[in-house]
């Protein structure tokens, strides 16, 4: 019985292969699916991209930071060494 079914089943997909429609149809998926390929691939790439250019982004912004702390940090030191200096 199940040799049957298994026979019955592959004459129907022998069919199905031979079929223009059908084959048409499975090329257009198989284009589909190419198309989808190279989207997930170019998105890939994309993100790799951008995330190169948040590092840069950061290494670029957090010297600025240290710049400015450094700064006002020698700002308040002199500040408070002339006071110093003009009540002696």
């Known amino acids: 019985m199940l040799g049957q079914l298994a026979s019955v089943g592959e004459g129907a997909i022998g069919k199905l292969a031979q079929n223009p429609v059908t084959h ?9 699916k190419e198309r989808l390929e190279k989207l997930v691939n170019g998105l890939e790439s994309l993100e790799q991209r ?6 840069r982004l950061d290494a670029l912004e957090k010297p600025k930071r240290r710049a400015t702390t450094t700064k006002s940090t020698t700002a308040a030191k002199t500040t408070a060494s002339k006071t110093t200096a003009k009540k002696t």
């Open 50 to 55: 951008m995330t190169a250019v948040e590092q």
């Open 24 to 32: 048409r149809a499975l090329e257009g998926a198989m284009q589909v």
